[in-house]
């Protein structure tokens, strides 16, 4: 004989699936938006297109923190543009705690000028590692630079990048 669910059944059902939801929601990738401002370093070696840069972070969505940042690059030529390509490795070091630290990879393609004194460059980003409480951090998504030579001739901050897409703190 079959036995009628009954209403107090069905609702603590019900509660126990919508209680499941969150926790699953919380082990999932969710946005983040990380945001630079990078003052252009006097160690450019054109021979070999690499060179550093310092400045600051901040991100949101997942994640929310600030502080400073070194970029290592290496600009590859020989495009009719110029510039064909630009790899960056960024480390993101926290105000709160130093011990705290990002390191992303950019990737970006050729250049699109924007005025006579700025360009942008668009690409890909990903974590390569994190330590401290971003140990075990990973995420990718969508990269911009801008590039404002008229800030850089007066040594103010002028590469200005967003990196947008997802990222899980595991």
């Known amino acids: 004989m079959k036995r009628p669910i ?21 082990d999932a990738p969710a946005p983040v938006t990380i945001r630079l401002a ?21 991100a949101s969505g997942v994640f ?11 600009l590859r030529f020989g495009c ?8 960056s490795h960024f480390t993101l070091t926290s105000s709160a705690n130093p011990a705290n630290t990002v390191t992303i990879k950019v990737d970006l393609g050729g250049f699109v000028p924007l005025s006579a004194t700025q360009i942008r460059f668009d690409g890909k980003w990903h974590v390569v590692y ?8 990973s995420g990718h998504g969508e990269a911009e630079v ?6 850089a001739d007066q ?10 897409g997802l990222a899980h703190l595991g």
């Open 6 to 26: 009954s209403l107090l059944t069905l609702c603590a059902l019900t509660l126990s699936l919508v209680m499941a939801i969150p926790a699953y929601a919380s």
């Open 38 to 58: 990078m003052t252009q370093g006097t160690d450019f070696d054109p021979t070999t297109g690499t060179g550093t840069n310092r400045g600051t972070w901040n």
């Open 155 to 164: 040594g103010l901050p002028s590469n200005f990048g967003t990196f947008t």
């Open 130 to 137: 994190g330590t401290g409480a971003y140990r075990g951090l």
């Open 80 to 87: 009719s543009s110029g510039i064909c390509s630009v790899t």
């Open 64 to 74: 929310t923190d600030a502080g400073t940042a070194s970029e290592a690059f290496r």
């Open 146 to 151: 801008i590039i404002d030579f008229a800030l």
